[in-house]
């Protein structure tokens, strides 16, 4: 069994890699990353979809048909790339299939059990979708081309570029109006004065049409070629156009690119609610503590799958670029029920430190938080920090969070402790760089109850730290302790570097 929980462990290093390279780019909403490359997705599906639709009608000259088939096989293989990158993303394997192992002392029930959920997202809708848009590629099945349509299903992928092209021109409408009909009386214009000017001069304008496509082809500043004035007068005016032109055309892409960067930065700022957000972690408040804490969740192999929202008024704060931000009072119910509270794993509150507000009163707005938390998500974990003992032991308590932190306890007590020794800092450092601390309920290894011994022998690599019976916490257990399916084990997994 150590054999194989060695080569688990080191392909669980090498997953957490891969697996967070693959969330920045596919999950990871809050990032820019995953912005530039869905819009990139997204613009070469919609094109290989739309030149397969040409392919099939015979629409395609025979000297563009090798470019075409580029075009749509660079975006069959980004759909391979992120159907291997979802199908990596759907679970955890390396741990589903720890656990199986220890629990079944069997290899194949414990690869079984760990690609159960592998099966069940290749047996999902978009899955199947992916997998039948590319079957193509294989020479002997070419006739299947046509199937490579189903890849317009993927859109659904990009809901939120969708959405956004809609909300960008829903809110600048009034002004894309205006300048509509602006450039189309000014088209209208010109072309009835180049038509009044070049008809009788000019054989390539016998109608008002051909002077109102002249026009329009000029106003855009593409230039065919194959109509040009004749007259000087002509000149002049199609000069005057071409400015004008410029003009207009600068303002309808000003519009557009503001409305977009504006709207990507209010769906990382906030102000779009996060109604899907699920299994997210909430952060109220914000002090010099959240960046550690953000770092440790986004360095943690189980954790950085997780979404981030930080809470705070203060939009001037220096948040990540990875996390979300709520630009809002945490203290008001409608804030907390903006960012889904109810749907999140965790929620930290901060002792956020505000100008003219003294310990006590930053305290309350800590436990009004963890009321308004409990209330509206009674089951969310949740962790406040407090600035003074006194308040910490009011809310303790009365039960306001599920762990309670004194700002600096801890690290009074590491202080305190390397006085007398001074090597134990270089030994909680280690611990706390170097393992990752991972505490389940024992009923997900075994169903029968076991003693430590029994237990570390079929560990392998991993140390048993500690055992949790109910709240009481027992550490560095002596080996005769009997450890049952309700009670939680704390495992100590090192994370050696690659």
Known sequence: MKKYLTIIHLLDKLGYYIGKFYFKLLEDSASTVFYIYNLFSFTLIVLSSTLILLEFFNAIPEPARPIVDRIIDL???????????????????????????????DVKKALFYALKPKFEYIRSFYSIIDILSTLYIFQPLRLLRILALLRLFRLGFYRFILEGFIQVFRENLAQLIFLIIIFSIFLLFMSLWVFTIEHKANPDIKTFFDALYFTFISLTTVGYGDITPHTDKGRLVIMIAVAGGVGLFSLFTAILSSGFIEYFDRIRRGMVDFKTLKHHIVICGWNETGRYIIKEIRSNPKLFKKHIVVVTENEDEAIPRDCFLKVGDPTKEETLESVNIKEADLTIILAEKKEFLNEDTIDARTSLIALLVRSLAPKVFTIAEYLKEENARAAQKRHLANKIIIAGEYLGKLIGKSVIQPESLDILEELLEDVNLRIIPFRELSNEPMSVEEILKRLGYLKLLGVFKGKKLILSPPLELVVYPQDKVILLDEQSKL
């Open 75 to 105: 975006a069959t293989l980004i759909i391979i790339f992120e159907w291997v990158g979802r199908f990596i993303l759907s679970s955890d394997f390396t741990e589903d299939f720890e656990k199986a192992l220890f629990k079944y002392k």
